[in-house]
């Protein structure tokens, strides 16, 4: 391809991530870096950037878009000093109507693997808390950098919840084996100096600003590593989970509503709610 016909490309690929990152979201904000091109995905559905069905589509669809539009990388963040996402929605899980759930659990499904495969770099500047789902979708990028004096983990035993498979693989690719069953069967939330230990995250940050800097400067390793040649590389390491998800997608949203649906799992999130409500109240 001539110099002059790689120029046009890339101009109209920047002409279309500019473009599509002016559309209006209702829980997510979007901007392109005018130095790398790299898109900045921002979180923000108050109070906590809980993962429902619409915040989850509206993930899925930019996901979609950025791989579309050939984008040089995303970085997922927080519109809050406080969470980066408390994780999936409790009352999406609370009392569930079945068909809404399917929607919302095929919607998270669709969200890990657009984001655990995604074609181009992705990194997370956790800014907050990272609970549950929070932490599954900063390990589902390649790169965290999290503010410190903040806890990240899958704490789902502490709810009665069960992990899927493919959280439990995730957290596999991630640290070690050793840890993910203490942190598993535990359900522990690390802070962010122990995070970095374990290699849950891959460095700390002192603010957002810091963080997004960081995760700005991870995109300059890819400067000169032919693209297919990274692609090819993450699909080999990634590849075989995201393939044992789709072969079992319906079967998955199944058990889980199964378990979610059980007396005590119910129970345990109806007392999780009523400590939400009461600190709410004495606030």
């Given at each position: 391809?001539?110099?002059?016909?790689?120029?046009l490309?890339?101009?109209?690929?920047?002409?279309?991530?500019?473009?599509?990152?002016?559309?209006?979201?209702?829980?997510?904000?979007?901007?392109v870096?005018?130095d790398?091109?790299?898109?900045?995905v921002t979180?923000?559905?108050p109070?906590?950037?809980?993962?429902?069905l619409?915040l989850?589509?509206?993930?899925?669809?930019v996901?979609?878009?950025?791989?579309?539009?050939?984008?040089p990388?995303?970085?997922?963040?927080?519109?809050?000093?406080?969470v980066?996402?408390?994780?999936?929605d409790?009352?999406e899980?609370?009392?569930p109507?079945p068909?809404?759930?399917?929607q919302?659990w095929?919607?998270?499904?669709?969200?890990?693997?657009k984001?655990?495969?995604?074609p181009?770099?992705?990194?997370?500047?956790?800014?907050?808390?990272?609970?549950?789902?929070?932490?599954l979708?900063?390990?589902c990028?390649?790169?965290r950098?999290?503010v410190?004096?903040?806890?990240?983990?899958?704490?789902?035993?502490?709810?009665?919840?069960?992990?899927?498979?493919?959280?439990?693989?995730?957290?596999?690719?991630?640290?070690?084996?050793?840890?993910?069953?203490?942190?598993?069967?535990?359900?522990?939330?690390?802070k962010?100096?122990?995070?970095?230990?374990?290699g849950?995250?891959?460095?700390?940050?002192?603010?957002?600003a810091?963080?997004?800097?960081?995760?700005?400067?991870f995109?300059?390793?890819?400067?000169m590593?032919?693209?297919?040649?990274?692609?090819?590389?993450?699909?080999s390491?990634?590849?075989s989970?995201i393939?044992d998800?789709?072969?079992?997608?319906e079967?998955d949203?199944?058990?889980?509503l199964?378990?979610i649906?059980?007396?005590?799992?119910?129970?345990?999130?109806e007392?999780?709610l009523?400590?939400?409500?009461?600190?709410?109240?004495?606030?």
């Amino acid at each position: 391809m001539s110099t002059a016909r790689t120029l046009l490309c890339t101009r109209s690929i920047i002409k279309n991530l500019r473009q599509f990152s002016s559309n209006n979201y209702k829980c997510l904000d979007l901007s392109v870096n005018d130095d790398n091109n790299v898109t900045t995905v921002t979180m923000k559905r108050p109070p906590v950037n809980g993962l429902n069905l619409e915040l989850l589509t509206e993930l899925s669809d930019v996901l979609t878009d950025l791989k579309k539009n050939k984008s040089p990388g995303m970085i997922l963040t927080s519109y809050s000093d406080k969470v980066f996402t408390a994780g999936l929605d409790i009352m999406e899980m609370h009392k569930p109507d079945p068909e809404r759930f399917k929607q919302f659990w095929c919607a998270l499904q669709d969200v890990w693997m657009k984001l655990y495969g995604s074609p181009f770099p992705t990194a997370a500047a956790i800014n907050g808390h990272s609970p549950a789902g929070g932490c599954l979708l900063s390990m589902c990028c390649e790169y965290r950098v999290m503010v410190k004096n903040f806890n990240i983990g899958l704490n789902e035993t502490q709810l009665g919840i069960v992990a899927p498979i493919w959280f439990i693989k995730t957290m596999l690719n991630t640290i070690s084996i050793r840890n993910t069953e203490l942190a598993l069967t535990t359900g522990r939330l690390f802070k962010t100096h122990e995070a970095l230990e374990i290699g849950l995250i891959d460095e700390m940050a002192t603010d957002k600003a810091d963080a997004l800097k960081k995760a700005n400067d991870f995109f300059k390793r890819f400067e000169m590593i032919p693209p297919i040649a990274r692609v090819y590389t993450k699909d080999s390491l990634r590849g075989s989970d995201i393939e044992d998800l789709k072969k079992n997608r319906e079967k998955d949203v199944q058990t889980t509503l199964s378990l979610i649906t059980q007396p005590k799992v119910q129970q345990g999130l109806e007392f999780y709610l009523a400590l939400l409500k009461n600190k709410k109240e004495s606030s």
